[in-house]
């Protein structure tokens, strides 16, 4: 099979645990990058905290951020989805007893009801402030503009993330998952890390047989059963290693560069 797109989770993925990549895996993307292959960065991360990844790399990277819902190809919005101000405020009122903040994203802008240690902690990690607003301000600012976020995130202690993400599945006009035991992404139903890999391949004329998606969490599921080639990580939760076609080494091992030198690389030196 000749690939023509790789599509890569972020954290737990290309990342190690300590937020950074391993060289191997940085050169097998460059590798990759050099002999046509496109590179896109499926993340539930907002573009900004995808720049420094990007550089570092040093290839060019068509990013699918906002889990899936913001794609930007050569800094340019190809493709964005979002939840109406009502839903979001339906969110917020659903959480708000818990003394959570709700983490609001919206194209380039990050947004939040309070700040706690999990947003202090994102902040520092990606080096961006979040915007502190009024929820009320905010949805009566939207509803007048009529427009929403791509989508909502809560980040909490796991236990209380499963709990939240319980009682909100019977919203019928979202979907959601767990990017990690400590975060869950709300985002317009319908939209996922799949359909996001549906639509770069609608764009760039790629069938999806020629593509290769790499994950861990739940989050990365859908991608995962879209792509023509699933791999999961080592360190990847059970429900997505069912899924995959390949199961590679972990994040912390270069497991992508473990798993390209057999799906791609060999298959370059065969040429």
Known sequence: MNYRLLCIDLDGTLLTDDKKMKKQDIDALRKAADEGIKIALVTG??????????RQLGIPCILACNAGTYILEKGQCIHAEYLSAKTMNRVYDKVASFGIPLWIFRDKKWYVTEK????????????????????????????????????????TEPSLVQQIHGMLKKQEDVDMACSSPNYLEIFPKGMNKGKALRLICEKMNI???????????????????????????????????????FITKTNNEAGIAYALSFYVNKEMEDK
């Open 207 to 245: 069938k999806k047989e020629e593509t290769i998606a790499f994950g861990d969490q739940e989050l990365d599921i859908p991608m995962l059963e879209e792509a023509g080639t699933a791999i999961a990580m080592g360190n990847a939760i059970e429900e997505l290693k069912s899924k995959a076609d």
């Open 116 to 155: 706690d240690k999990f947003v202090k902690a994102e902040e520092e990690l990606i080096q961006y402030t979040a915007e502190l607003v009024s929820m009320k301000e905010l949805v009566l600012k939207w509803e007048e503009e009529g427009i929403g976020p791509n989508k909502v995130l809560i980040g």
């Open 45 to 54: 991360r907002m573009p900004a905290a995808t720049d420094a990844i990007v």
